[in-house]
């Protein structure tokens, strides 16, 4: 499971201080949670950038099924690369490049027709591909074709492991709790002088 929790120790005394007026003060409580979504967005925003990185390719926009959360009944959030509980976008129309011209009389290619699954998969929309950076970011081990009754047989290989999204997750969720922490400092200063 791919979850990173923003909890940070810069932010345990603000939500010490938060915590008696938040739980008289709904409009205090819309505030920081708007906060923590600005700065959720922004720490998003970079681990969508460091995930493009680490891809060789991405042609159907994988990277931006990165979720981002922010809790309503408790202070806090998260970013994950889990699946959603429906699917979130729009097919796409991608095709991917043959390497054939289209000549009859051409020997080579697949000419196993594709099955219904492998149409769907590959025409997931960006949102709907986290699975894809699960599978990137933790590897696979061997894979054979054909295992689910396909007339295919053959190895395809294993996918090597990358681990991207521990690392770029908690650099930014680090940055977002700093941030988050000056924000908070500012919102109080601004609710105190009122």
Known sequence: MFEFELNDKLIVEQRKVL???????????????????????????QVVAAT??????????????IRRVV???????????????????QPTNYEPPR?????????GGNRVPRGSRTNTVLHYGPHDRGWILRIVNSGTGEREAGIKGGRLS????RIAPRNFFGS???SALGKAADNLAHLIDTELATMLNK
Do not use: C, F
Request: glycine share 8%; net charge positive.
């Open 154 to 157: 053959g190895s395809r290989g």
């Open 19 to 45: 915590e008696q007026a938040l739980s008289t003060n709904p409009k205090a409580q819309k505030a920081l949670q708007k906060l923590i979504q600005q700065v959720l967005k922004d720490a998003r925003e």
């Open 71 to 89: 809790y309503k009944k408790l202070l806090g959030a998260n970013l994950n690369i889990l699946n959603m509980r429906r699917r979130a976008g």
């Open 52 to 65: 493009k990185g680490a891809l060789d390719s991405d042609p159907r926009g994988a990277a931006q099924s």
């Open 99 to 107: 390497k054939l011209d289209l000549n009859p009389h051409q020997r």
């Open 168 to 170: 770029a997750a908690t």
